[in-house]
């Protein structure tokens, strides 16, 4: 008779997502998984064929609460434009370790597609700001270099800020970029060097 399975798969994926969350994926390795769930590494092996399998199921599992977190901040009526932008940064700055697995790798993933970001941030620009769609693709870009600046730099506390002064700053530089798009004579002011 088989030994009795005593450590399931959601078991083994909860060790290794937590360890992720504390100390980033590269501490991830089966005696760490092994050590964090208090058992030997074949109950590991005997559910995943290999710890690259484990890895994806926690790139998926942290996708899954980021996905958690934008789908509630939307339903709190706040735009589509501004909630993408602040659950990134706020993201960066409370899960810094899983921000940096999820954006800051070599996956290969596109995750902003995976969380439909362009079409609804493009559409709401659109809709709400009346701009076409290539000053809308503009923005958004603008703004993604913007953000994912900011988030990089909170996920490794180079810089710390409140909810309300990342809600200032984006506001800010909304405004300067829609500014800019918006004022013929921008392009033509030198930059200096």
Not at 56 to 84: C, I, M, P
Not at 99 to 122: S, Y
Request: glycine share 6%; proline share 3%.
């Amino acid at each position: 008779m088989p030994p009795k399975v005593r450590f399931q798969q959601i078991d083994i994926i909860n060790a290794a997502f937590e360890l992720t969350r504390k100390n980033g994926l590269e501490a991830i390795n089966a005696r760490s998984v092994a050590c964090e769930i208090g058992c030997s590494t074949q109950p590991i092996f005997r559910v995943f064929e290999n710890m690259e399998q484990l890895k994806n199921a926690v790139f998926e599992r942290s996708a899954q609460l980021f996905q958690n977190l934008l789908d509630a901040r939307r339903s709190d009526g706040e735009s589509a434009y501004k909630t993408v932008g602040m659950v990134y940064l706020v993201f960066a700055m409370q899960e810094p370790h899983l921000f940096r697995l999820l954006f800051l790798n070599k996956h290969g993933k596109n995750l902003e597609g995976q969380f439909n970001i362009r079409t609804h941030v493009t559409e709401e620009l659109m809709q709400k700001g009346g701009f076409n769609k290539e000053q809308a693709d503009l923005i958004h870009h603008h703004m993604k270099v913007c953000v994912m600046g900011l988030a990089t730099s909170l996920s490794v506390g180079t810089v710390s800020l409140s909810e309300e002064k990342i809600d200032e700053l984006l506001c800010m530089e909304y405004r300067a970029i829609v500014s800019y798009l918006m004022w013929d004579g921008a392009k033509d002011i030198a930059i200096p060097v």
